[in-house]
C-alpha cells in the first residue's frame, strides 16, 4: 500500500471513515500481490462501500495498458471488490 494512501486511511479514521487495522494490514500485501499476478501497471484502492446486509465491499481499480489514439488517452482498466 502507497504512504500516501496509509496516511490518508489513518487522517480520515476521526471522521468515521475506517478500514478495520487488519483490513488495512491486509490490502498492503493483497494489493502488491493482485497487481503483479494480474500483470497490471498500477492498482488503486478506491474504498469501501457500507450495505444494510453487513456485507461491506473493499473496491480497487486497475490499469492495464494505456494507449495513445490520436490526442486522446485509451486506458484498459479492470475493478476488483472483495
Known sequence: MDSN???T???LASCGCVIPSEHRAGLDISLKV??????????AF????????????LLA?????AKRVGRKL??????YFR
Not at 46 to 57: E, L, P, S, V
Not at 61 to 65: F, N
Open 46 to 57: 478506491w474504498g469501501r462501500i457500507f450495505t444494510t446486509t453487513g456485507k461491506d465491499y
Open 61 to 65: 481499480e486497475g490499469c492495464v495498458s
Open 34 to 43: 493482485k497487481k503483479m499476478d494480474a500483470g497490471l501497471q498500477s492498482l
Open 5 to 7: 494512501l496509509t496516511l
Open 9 to 11: 486511511l489513518e487522517a
Open 74 to 79: 485509451n486506458f484498459d482498466l479492470k475493478y
